[in-house]
């Protein structure tokens, strides 16, 4: 299997380094994932998950109530905001600048603010595809161009993007603002190439992976810098926990992929097909379509279909067969599955702290999550 | 009259401190601007203005030459900042940047940064105010939104604030980039508050100043600031010079408000009542209201009318009649030339260089200008 055996042994020890007095909320992520690994009987790893989140849990509590204070309304545009960041979300990105910083020295307050801040540039780019996109649903809710406007969901988008670099400003951690800076900057222009093979059948999984390096992984890259800068850690470990950053990344967007068509849409929040519709194409769909040409016609069929009307359902009736026929999710698990293990791979070098082996906790439930 | 009679003497000495090879083209606006003041006679403002297009040539060389590195093309988010970009501008900021700079030290490579990191903050925000406004001009051309798409826009104006950002920072200068992520916050909760009185036609004075400080001035502040700073002026220096910002800045927006009334279609690139169709309420407009309000109806029917079609033109009619009629324009000048006035006043506490009197012929040339 791909997951080292390497399990948490003893439990965590106490993680308080801040001084937080709020109530930590329950970690969702972590919790639904735990309750995902028990049904499917990784009972391991459900396990292991129980006990990170109690090793971190005054670590997100620290974070939630830090993040909170960008929960303000009062004007149309931190209405905006504030519609989709209530809504919580699985806080992967905290996450691993908690464990990077806890490889070294420790979360603290400067780690605080890194997890902050990679969470709104999250939030930030969830607002602007929304627009971008036309999606009407965002985490199960509706998504808040469509309560507040397009105009509204821009500017707050913009508003998080900033707010995010003056909590980097401010955490005056060496190495992650400028970093942040060029991380964006690569999501941009990911954001581009993808626009510009919208509705395009011809992407191969090159033209997949340059997108999704961009896009999604690159951030994951930054929150193991910052994490690690944060801590402390050498050039060398910083690196070995970037490279695990761009791995999960790569597989996190896998397993995303897979979810437009296996998943259930009541827990990922989006209906079947809607990547695919809005122009994305998904890695099972490039393997579907590189094994099975003549499932074009079909597809284009449902690309093609407008976001408010039904997808015609003989055709992803035949795609999906399509996708079954080709091996097409399995050749998608096995590639994040891949990852995964070079993630894990990754983490050799670096100190054994329970940080560390939380960091293979975490990859491994990258590929068994559901939503 | 508001201007202080200070004119500038045998003309200015060289300003180079750079060593741009690139030949400096001709500032657009400046020759614009003299051009104005002699044709309506202003033959001192037009002979100052000349004199500072050549006091800055070098200097407005280096900042097009390091400008120019943002032209570049290859992708479509790319595309749509330079359609935007190569069509040039009146580059009132970059100038405030030169002239901040050199009262004090002079304006070096890290003043360049500054200067072009205020340019693309700028053209971020006419990006995403076209995609927010559903504007189909700008600068005499179709917007950018219109040739690559509204989902480009948004990218592009993402794209130039991270360069921006980016510039600012390998700049260095102390105080610089904390005070543009505060004021790029200002110039979205700005907007946030005009998105909010879209339409409504019961905005009064305070309520256009406070836009206006958010949304134009706050820049125009900045850029004298970092201009002050990167000239190594004293913080008592600089905070004249950021209050001449915010003065400059209203009287800007102010004549920026009288052109959508007065303006020559041709040479602002903007049909007239532009501003109001696009829900904002223009000064000249609230002070017709606030004299004469049975203009509301007439008002109400050209905010009303679809971007597409053409204004009532009997309802426009009886609009721009009012204003002639209760003095909204002369208000509105009135109120600019005080801004300028004040602006000017506040170079007495600064030292007496050629670039602070140029300072005062900027400011005289915010009031003249025609587009």
Chains 1, 2 share one sequence.
Not at 51 to 77: H, N, P, Q
Request: net charge negative; charged share 25%.
């Amino acid at each position: 299997m791909f997951l080292n055996d390497w399990g948490l042994g003893m439990g965590y020890p106490s993680a308080a380094t801040t001084t937080a007095t709020v109530r930590p909320p329950p970690s969702e992520v972590l919790d639904r994932l735990s309750r995902v690994s028990g049904d499917r009987g990784h009972t391991g790893l459900a396990r292991r998950l129980s006990e990170l989140m109690l090793f971190l849990r005054e670590d997100l509590g620290s974070f939630e109530a830090s993040f909170g204070e960008k929960l303000e309304t009062g004007d149309v545009v931190r209405d905006s905001a504030a519609h989709l960041l209530v809504r919580g979300g699985k806080r992967m990105r905290p996450l691993c600048v908690m464990l990077a910083s806890r490889v070294g020295e420790g979360f603290d307050d400067r780690g605080v603010d890194l997890a902050v801040a990679a969470e709104l540039v999250h939030s930030a780019t969830l607002l602007h595809d929304d627009v971008v996109d036309l999606g009407d649903v965002r985490r199960g809710a509706p998504a808040a161009r469509t309560v507040f406007g397009n105009a509204a969901s821009i500017f707050a988008g913009d508003w998080l993007l900033i707010e995010a670099l003056r909590r980097v400003r401010r955490a005056a951690v060496p190495g992650t603002l400028g970093s942040l800076l060029d991380v964006i900057d690569e999501m941009i222009h990911a954001e581009a190439l993808q626009l510009e093979s919208r509705g395009r059948l011809d992407v191969d999984r090159e033209g997949w992976l340059q997108v999704v390096e961009g896009k999604t992984a690159s951030l994951f890259r930054w929150v193991m810098l910052a994490g690690a800068n944060a801590g402390g850690l050498s050039a060398e470990h910083a690196a070995s926990l970037e490279a695990y950053g761009t791995d999960i990344g790569v597989a996190f967007q896998a397993v995303d992929d897979l979810l437009d068509l296996t998943g259930d849409a009541d827990a990922t929040g989006k209906a079947l097909f809607a990547d695919v519709r809005e122009g994305k194409m998904t890695w099972p769909l490039i393997v579907a379509l590189e094994r099975a040409p003549e499932v074009a016609v079909d597809l284009a069929a449902i690309a093609g279909s407008p976001p408010g009307a039904s997808v015609d359902s003989a055709a992803a009736g035949r795609v999906l067969e399509a996708v079954k026929r080709t091996e097409a999710i399995a050749d998608c698990r096995t590639m994040a599955e891949g990852r995964i293990a070079s993630a894990v791979a990754r983490l050799d070098t670096l100190p054994d702290t329970p940080a560390t082996r939380a960091l293979a906790t975490v990859a491994a439930a990258v590929v068994e999550r559901r939503s």
